[in-house]
T-cell receptor, first 112, second 115 residues
Framework: DAKTTQPNSMESNEEEPVHLPCNHSTISGTDYIHWYRQLPSQGPEYVIHGLTSNVNNRMASLAIAEDRKSSTLILHRATLRDAAVYYCILRGRGSTLGRLYFGRGTQLTVWP | DSGVTQTPKHLITATGQRVTLRCSPRSGDLSVYWYQQSLDQGLQFLIQYYNGEERAKGNILERFSAQQFPDLHSELNLSSLELGDSALYFC??????????????FGPGTRLTVT
């Protein structure tokens, strides 16, 4: 799977929007962009994924650049519960290699 | 609650011993994945099963083995335990084995401490 690059850490204030960037310059045409997060002492949690178009769900929005070499996870109003490590992961469509490659991710700190 | 259950939550054992970790996937999910998370290695993929068959292997030691049973629950067996095997072990499940399309849902993990 192609690799991704994320900032080590980001900070936000509660109730403000958060934009978490991810660079994936070697992405292939069939790679999905997945985001997971891991809260302290918990298992990773699926957030969102997409292929080409922007995606929205109840947790977040995913904005994908037109050339697909980067994407941004958007938390519209950060809460204290959103403090976690966020992982951006590429997964090939049709890939039977089911593993998720977790890099270092971005540690998000949310201040009250 | 992801719908994935893991037992036990905590396990403390001595070096050289053998333990079994159990995972029940979400209802309807056919794929089960095992991951290990230690402080120095981060989250590492160990092995994947799909509908009872092994599909992919990651950094899984020969002392470790796994299987998926007809009812789709899975067990991870760790033997000849060493201090370095102390870690969090997560199980995840997904509907299919098409890597890109499907999201994975993770259980709460089993914390293994080897003394």
């Amino acid at each position: 799977d192609a690799k991704t690059t994320q900032p080590n850490s980001m900070e936000s204030n509660e109730e403000e929007p958060v934009h978490l960037p991810c660079n994936h310059s070697t992405i292939s045409g069939t790679d999905y962009i997945h985001w997971y997060r891991q809260l302290p002492s918990q298992g990773p949690e699926y957030v969102i994924h997409g292929l080409t178009s922007n995606v929205n769900n109840r947790m977040a929005s995913l904005a994908i650049a037109e050339d697909r070499k980067s994407s941004t996870l958007i938390l519209h109003r950060a809460t204290l519960r959103d403090a976690a490590v966020y992982y951006c992961i590429l997964r090939g469509r049709g890939s039977t290699l089911g593993r998720l490659y977790f890099g270092r991710g971005t540690q998000l700190t949310v201040w009250p | 609650d992801s719908g994935v259950t893991q037992t036990p939550k905590h396990l403390i054992t001595a070096t050289g011993q053998r333990v079994t970790l159990r995972c029940s996937p979400r209802s309807g999910d056919l794929s089960v994945y095992w991951y290990q998370q230690s402080l120095d290695q981060g989250l590492q993929f160990l092995i994947q099963y799909y509908n009872g068959e092994e599909r992919a292997k990651g950094n899984i030691l020969e002392r470790f083995s796994a299987q998926q049973f007809p009812d789709l629950h899975s067990e991870l067996n760790l033997s000849s335990l060493e201090l370095g095997d102390s870690a969090l072990y997560f199980c995840a499940s997904s509907v299919g084995d098409d890597g890109g399309s499907y999201e994975q849902y993770f259980g709460p993990g089993t914390r293994l401490t080897v003394t």
